[in-house]
């Protein structure tokens, strides 16, 4: 059985850091706004075509600006993929990051919430899902060092539950790798939402979001072995 939880949880509310934020420059607003146009400038040209097809060219279109504008944050496609894919991960796992911290929940009611959380964020983000990763993400061709960027990203979020998973069970101490497997198990569970999740959907993402909290807390809350 799942366990009950906090209704007050909820994404929009969530604290992105639980120590206040150096504020930004006005630079940095610049530099994150102008990020954030071409990205939805990228949703928006996928979405017209495939993303296999779509060009810097089609993206500076979309925007109505000039190629200079694109070509000073991003030299390629791919480094502009490689962008969009680390700010959605680093977005997702800043806003889990409070909630997967809070001691004032128990370890289980702390790992369903931050799994509901988690498929709430990508199914909030299904335009840029269905535009770009799931025809694109699979089959991309990445180099070795970005693969190690993007992977080191991804560990992260695999550390952050194993910790959430072993908390369940604190007095064993089974093989690590079992962990690792378990933590990355569910991530893998959760991001297959992203590669088929669209609105209209007969489940809300709310819906959705609670169906597979508890049908992965059921196996997870199983003494590992």
Known sequence: MS???PRN????TMKTSKTAARPKTSKQLVHDFMKEQIFNAVVSAAEKKSWAVVSID???EEMGASKGTIYHYFKS???LMIAMWLNQQRQVYRELLPISHDKTLKPAARLEATIRNHVLLLCRNWRANKAIWASALLTMKWDEEADKELMAERQMGINGYIK???????????NP???EYLATAVIQSIEAV????????PLTAEQLAEMMSGMLMQGLLKKPG
Request: aromatic residues 12%; positive net charge; glycine residues 2%.
């Open 77 to 79: 496609k791919k480094e």
């Open 194 to 201: 992203m590669l088929w999740y669209q609105e209209p959907f």
């Open 9 to 12: 949880i909820a994404v929009n």
């Open 58 to 60: 089609d993206v500076i």
């Open 3 to 5: 366990a009950r939880l």
């Open 164 to 174: 959430m998973i072993r908390a369940l069970h604190p007095g064993d101490r089974q």
């Open 177 to 179: 790798v079992l962990y």
